[in-house]
DNA sequence: CAAAAATTCACTACTAGTAGGTATTTTATT
DNA sequence: AATAAAATACCTACTAGTAGTGAATTTTTG
């Protein structure tokens, strides 16, 4: 099996020797270069048979997001991966749209990034967990603080979701008691138990529970 | 090497049985049960030894992010995947906020969900590019179709606006009267042109129109 | 089977919201 | 200054929702 060939990109030497081996102990990869920005990537692939760049965010002379738009116009089937320090959003989408294939932390294990790279070298896209945490504002769980703005999980029987979706619908408690075959009262004793419940005094606030937990869409 | 326990839950038979054919035909997983529900995931889980849940996001009784979070409050171990066809950010942020290890879209390809169940079996987290590419607000380049449902836009003064914040945020109109000193008549009558112009009849109605159109986080 | 949980229903009472109409004052625009 | 738009305010009337209590029945669970 042919191995796929690396260019490593990163200002810092020992990050790219460290690098270099460790994905040159994985037997489906070598590197085949390091180089220390974003030129020298565009000239090293115009004399090198490269299947794949790996390269940091920032370098000096031309950073992974600018290197990544030209080597998509002239070499479009070189796979681009960006490893980087930077968690945020703004760059991380820049880089998205530039059309990286990969963007990782550089906290990241072995194991995770022999991962990334086989799926990147197989056509895929790879973005790491605080990647999608960040894109997402959400805390990362690993990295910091601890609680979390949905509040505690309160269970709900099936009638009661299923109430609840009712009245978010707008319809009337009434309409509901109808289109389920119930008596208008049990509609609302629901009503009142889904508030209690939940600690909430009005259909709205049924319906912002029902958004942060993923209730109805 | 053992293989990896896989319960599937997806209200649509046809789809639950072709995922199971794919995914027993990999040598590293095998599906040990199909359900059609939350609820059945949860009881599922008490009598039998499983590894990992992919599950449906949309069913019937309890949808996907209810049971990811009722599952991890009780077998934590359990790794959960969303394979779902809804690319909406709002529910992919909370489906990350109650813990999922993966997020997949339907459209993938073997190739891919063997990969996806791989690193999610392995510990890691997974999420596809559609996913990341939501998150990040960036179209999908394949998916990619263009309009969405936001409907026309309807010119709000700048007190409707403030007075439609302050309902949503369940103030009464008593209460948005004290809060901005106007009587509570006018709140009313502002409420109900609010209602009039957007074509609703209900708070609840002016709640998720502020949510389509950013008017409220 | 027995206990616990969920679902069902009813009664009363109160209140906030919904619906319609009308009218005055203030602010912005031409 | 004149007109238009916005904000203010009150009236009546009706209704749906909120709140408390109590209880019977069915389903689920141990």
Redesign the pocket.
Known sequence: MKKTRILLADDHPIVAESLAILINMMDDFEVIGTVNNGWEVLSFVETNEVDLVLSDLHMPVMNGIETTIRLREKFPHIKIMLLTMSEEAAIIKEALVAGIDGYMMKNIEKKELQNALRQVANGQKYYSQAVVMRLAEVPNPATASGKDEIGEHI??????I??MQL?IQ?????EI?ER??????????????L??KLG???????MKYALRHGLVK
Chains 1, 2 share one sequence.
Not at 180 to 193: A, G
């Open positions: 269970p709900l029987t099936p009638r009661e299923e109430i009245i707008e319809l009337t408690s009434a008691a389920i075959f119930i008596s208008p009262t049990t509609v609302d004793t629901h009503r009142r138990n508030m209690k909430v005094s009005s259909a709205l606030g049924l």
